[in-house]
Nanobody, 113 residues
Framework: QVRLVESGGGLVQAGESLRLSCAVS????????LAWYRQAPGEQREFVARVSEGGSTDYADSVKGRFTVSRDDARNTVYLQMDSLKPEDTAIYYC???????WGQGTQVTVSS
């Protein structure tokens, strides 16, 4: 059974950094692209970043140059390094295994001004 478990969220001030982690159980990790999405209050869930099974990456325009997605196949973990955080980055961040439409439970990120 595949499970995705996020961690690393918290409350920070604008300009600070956070690193989110998503641990993926099951043997599917190495053959799958993994993505991060976020959902702010009253908003639809939106794409943030994706890393392919080969390590290539893709980002939403709103986070390019500030966020970095990476994966560690030895640890079955995908990361989202978030730098220069802004109040508009405040949201619940979800890890997703898109091919199976599977989601983690989410982790809250709050950025104060």
């Amino acid at each position: 059974q595949v499970r995705l478990v996020e961690s690393g969220g918290g409350l920070v001030q604008a300009g600070e950094s956070l690193r989110l982690s998503c641990a993926v159980s099951g043997s599917i990790f190495r053959g799958a692209a993994l993505a991060w999405y976020r959902q702010a209050p009253g908003e639809q869930r939106e794409f943030v970043a994706r890393v392919s099974e080969g390590g290539s990456t893709d980002y939403a325009d709103s986070v390019k140059g500030r966020f970095t997605v990476s994966r560690d196949d030895a640890r079955n973990t995908v990361y989202l390094q978030m730098d220069s955080l802004k109040p508009e980055d405040t949201a619940i961040y979800y890890c997703a295994l898109e091919a199976l439409e599977m989601w983690g439970q989410g982790t809250q990120v709050t950025v104060s001004s």
